[in-house]
Protein backbone atom coordinates (compact mmCIF):
# COMPACT_ATOMS: atom_id res chain seq x y z
CA UNK A 1 0.00 0.00 0.00
CA UNK A 2 3.43 2.00 -0.26
CA UNK A 3 4.07 3.84 -3.71
CA UNK A 4 6.80 5.94 -4.86
CA UNK A 5 6.79 8.18 -7.75
CA UNK A 6 9.52 9.85 -9.27
CA UNK A 7 9.42 12.47 -11.69
CA UNK A 8 11.27 15.22 -13.30
CA UNK A 9 13.83 13.34 -15.77
CA UNK A 10 14.51 13.86 -18.84
CA UNK A 11 17.13 15.00 -21.37
CA UNK A 12 20.17 17.60 -20.38
CA UNK A 13 22.85 18.70 -22.01
CA UNK A 14 26.26 18.31 -20.17
CA UNK A 15 26.72 21.29 -17.49
CA UNK A 16 22.93 21.23 -17.48
CA UNK A 17 20.71 20.79 -14.90
CA UNK A 18 17.37 18.68 -13.33
CA UNK A 19 15.71 18.35 -10.49
CA UNK A 20 13.98 15.23 -9.51
CA UNK A 21 11.24 14.78 -7.01
CA UNK A 22 9.37 12.18 -5.26
CA UNK A 23 6.16 11.63 -3.51
CA UNK A 24 5.74 8.89 -1.12
CA UNK A 25 1.94 7.82 -0.28
CA UNK A 26 0.26 5.51 1.00
CA UNK A 27 0.23 3.42 4.48
CA UNK A 28 3.14 5.94 6.16
CA UNK A 29 3.28 6.31 10.19
CA UNK A 30 7.09 7.93 9.70
CA UNK A 31 9.61 7.77 7.41
CA UNK A 32 13.10 7.57 8.15
CA UNK A 33 15.53 8.44 5.44
CA UNK A 34 14.74 8.97 1.83
CA UNK A 35 17.10 9.09 -1.08
CA UNK A 36 17.77 9.05 -4.59
CA UNK A 37 20.07 5.97 -6.07
CA UNK A 38 20.73 5.21 -9.62
CA UNK A 39 21.91 2.75 -12.16
CA UNK A 40 23.32 3.00 -15.64
CA UNK A 41 23.20 0.76 -18.40
CA UNK A 42 25.54 -2.12 -17.82
CA UNK A 43 26.71 -0.78 -14.29
CA UNK A 44 24.92 -1.87 -10.75
CA UNK A 45 22.58 0.11 -8.92
CA UNK A 46 24.68 2.97 -6.75
CA UNK A 47 23.81 5.36 -3.74
CA UNK A 48 23.83 9.07 -4.86
CA UNK A 49 22.26 10.58 -1.68
CA UNK A 50 20.30 10.29 1.33
CA UNK A 51 18.40 12.74 3.85
CA UNK A 52 17.27 11.95 7.21
CA UNK A 53 13.95 12.82 9.01
CA UNK A 54 15.82 15.99 10.57
CA UNK A 55 17.44 16.46 7.46
CA UNK A 56 21.12 15.43 7.78
CA UNK A 57 22.38 14.96 4.17
CA UNK A 58 24.95 12.56 3.17
CA UNK A 59 25.63 12.51 -0.66
CA UNK A 60 28.22 9.56 -2.70
CA UNK A 61 31.66 11.59 -3.27
CA UNK A 62 31.13 11.63 -7.11
CA UNK A 63 28.57 14.28 -7.01
CA UNK A 64 28.95 16.23 -3.77
CA UNK A 65 29.27 20.29 -4.52
CA UNK A 66 26.98 19.34 -7.55
CA UNK A 67 23.65 18.13 -6.17
CA UNK A 68 21.72 18.75 -3.45
CA UNK A 69 19.04 16.53 -1.49
CA UNK A 70 16.66 18.11 0.48
CA UNK A 71 12.77 16.99 1.81
CA UNK A 72 9.44 18.09 2.63
CA UNK A 73 8.49 16.26 5.42
CA UNK A 74 5.08 17.58 5.45
CA UNK A 75 4.51 16.13 1.78
CA UNK A 76 6.60 12.86 2.30
CA UNK A 77 8.52 14.35 -0.66
CA UNK A 78 12.48 14.00 -1.41
CA UNK A 79 14.22 15.70 -4.21
CA UNK A 80 16.87 15.91 -6.15
CA UNK A 81 18.70 19.31 -7.29
CA UNK A 82 21.01 18.04 -10.42
CA UNK A 83 23.59 20.60 -11.31
CA UNK A 84 27.00 20.43 -13.69
CA UNK A 85 25.59 17.50 -15.13
CA UNK A 86 28.31 14.84 -16.46
CA UNK A 87 27.74 12.43 -19.34
CA UNK A 88 28.65 9.47 -17.36
CA UNK A 89 25.21 10.39 -14.92
CA UNK A 90 23.28 9.15 -17.55
CA UNK A 91 21.16 6.48 -15.67
CA UNK A 92 18.03 5.18 -14.29
CA UNK A 93 17.03 7.46 -10.84
CA UNK A 94 15.68 5.55 -8.26
CA UNK A 95 13.99 7.07 -5.14
CA UNK A 96 13.95 4.63 -1.94
CA UNK A 97 12.49 5.33 1.32
CA UNK A 98 13.14 3.63 4.96
CA UNK A 99 9.77 4.09 6.62
CA UNK A 100 6.91 2.62 9.20
CA UNK A 101 3.95 1.25 6.89
CA UNK A 102 1.91 0.51 9.75
CA UNK A 103 1.68 1.44 13.84
CA UNK A 104 0.74 -2.47 14.63
CA UNK A 105 4.49 -3.26 13.27
CA UNK A 106 7.38 -1.75 14.86
CA UNK A 107 9.79 -2.10 12.30
CA UNK A 108 11.01 -0.27 9.27
CA UNK A 109 11.38 -1.34 5.42
CA UNK A 110 12.73 0.14 2.20
CA UNK A 111 10.20 1.21 -0.45
CA UNK A 112 11.27 1.43 -4.34
CA UNK A 113 9.85 3.72 -6.95
CA UNK A 114 10.12 2.40 -10.53
CA UNK A 115 12.61 5.29 -11.65
CA UNK A 116 12.73 7.97 -14.08
CA UNK A 117 15.64 8.19 -16.82
CA UNK A 118 17.91 10.96 -17.31
CA UNK A 119 19.74 11.53 -20.09
CA UNK A 120 23.08 13.59 -20.30
CA UNK A 121 23.88 13.78 -23.97
CA UNK A 122 24.67 16.63 -26.59
Known amino acids: QVELVESGGGLVQPGGSLRLSCAAS????????MGWYRQAPGKQRELVAT???????NYADFVKGRFTISRDNAKNTVYLQMNSLKHEETAVYYC????????????????WGRGTQVTVSS
Open 96 to 111: NANLRPRATIPYFYNY
Open 26 to 33: GSIVSINY
Open 51 to 57: ISSDGSA
